[in-house]
């Protein structure tokens, strides 16, 4: 219904700055909002930020907060994650996700829609 297609990921030293994109094609009117995980290795995935396409509200984690930001473009379906001030704890699988749910966003379970994850490793 759904396809999602992320790109952007790579290395990076710490300090530096990566932009994750991700553009949803197929049947997307019913989306409410978009969301970013990520999990390294060990870990489980963890809610990193999201945002409604509705009044364009964002929401992030703690860990990320000041650092990250989330925007979105609805005519291009498409939901951006602009990563800054890296450092090596992000080091992680980075995913894209969408769902019509519209609560509990900070929740993996809610989202129907996954991306194929793009790989951020911070180096130092």
């Known amino acids: 219904q759904v396809q999602l297609a992320e790109s952007g990921g790579g290395l990076v030293q710490a300090g530096g700055s990566l932009r994750l994109s991700c553009v949803a094609s197929g049947r997307t009117l019913g989306n409410y909002a978009m969301g970013w995980f990520r999990q390294a290795p060990g870990k489980e995935r963890e809610f990193v930020g999201a945002i409604r396409w509705s009044g364009a509200n964002t929401y992030y984690a703690d860990s990320v907060k000041g650092r990250f930001t989330i925007s979105g473009d609805n005519a291009k379906r498409t939901v951006y994650l602009q990563m800054n001030s890296l450092i090596p704890e992000d080091t992680a699988v980075y995913y894209c996700?969408?769902?019509?749910?519209?609560?509990?966003?900070?929740?993996?379970?809610?989202?129907?829609?996954w991306g194929q994850g793009t790989q951020v490793t911070v180096s130092s």
């Open positions: 996700a969408a769902t019509g749910t519209g609560w509990g966003l900070t929740q993996p379970s809610v989202y129907t829609y």
